[in-house]
């Protein structure tokens, strides 16, 4: 009598230092990589779950597809790729590249979950210098989320924020470095 082994690699890290980790609710094997600490199995009954898939799902979220062209490409549910989102979102990490910025550029934007009603703000800081954003803030389009937002860009240098005239703008930003108008955020 022969064994057939088969060697496993983590999709993950590619690591080798692969184990068996139990089994999942439908039968299929788990396994567990010693090298990244990630579980995962060797065949997927759902593409969403493959971490190939997730990564695709990134990719065309950056070249702007939108969720729903995603879901229809890749085959998979809408709530996946709002998840794959969701976890992506929360690991990114904004470091600025220089530390003092002459101007920096403040708008906001919105989108709505579902439905219109349930609008969201995005409230960020761009700076054209560099062309990259600063900070983001995301929640009600009010006063306590430019707050939030300026609190994350304190620590940093700023000669002069550049705003529309949304009052909320004028209630947070000292008159001493706070330029308004459309003039000033047109690269924005």
Not at 48 to 57: D, E, N, Q, S, V
């Amino acid at each position: 009598m022969s064994e057939i082994v088969v060697k496993v690699n983590c999709p993950h890290c590619l690591g080798t230092k692969v184990v068996k980790n139990g089994r999942k609710k439908n039968g299929t094997q788990n396994f567990l990589c010693k090298s990244c600490g990630k579980q995962f199995q060797s065949h997927y009954k759902y593409r969403g779950a493959k971490p190939a898939t997730k990564r695709l799902i990134i990719r065309m979220l950056l070249r702007n597809s939108g969720i729903r062209d995603i879901e229809v490409v890749l085959r998979v549910s809408r709530s996946t790729v709002l998840r794959t989102l969701r976890q992506a979102a929360s690991q990114v990490d904004i470091k600025p590249r220089l530390k003092h910025y002459r101007s920096v550029q403040i708008d906001e934007l919105w989108s709505y979950v579902g439905q219109k009603s349930q609008e969201r703000w995005i409230v960020y800081a761009y700076a054209p210098e560099t062309d990259e954003i600063l900070a983001y803030q995301i929640g009600e389009r009010n006063a306590t989320t430019i707050k939030q937002l300026y609190a994350q860009l304190k620590d940093l240098p700023i000669d002069r924020y550049c705003t529309d005239r949304y009052k909320a703008f004028v209630q947070v930003f000292s008159k001493e470095n706070h330029q308004i108008g459309k003039t000033y955020t047109k690269q924005i």
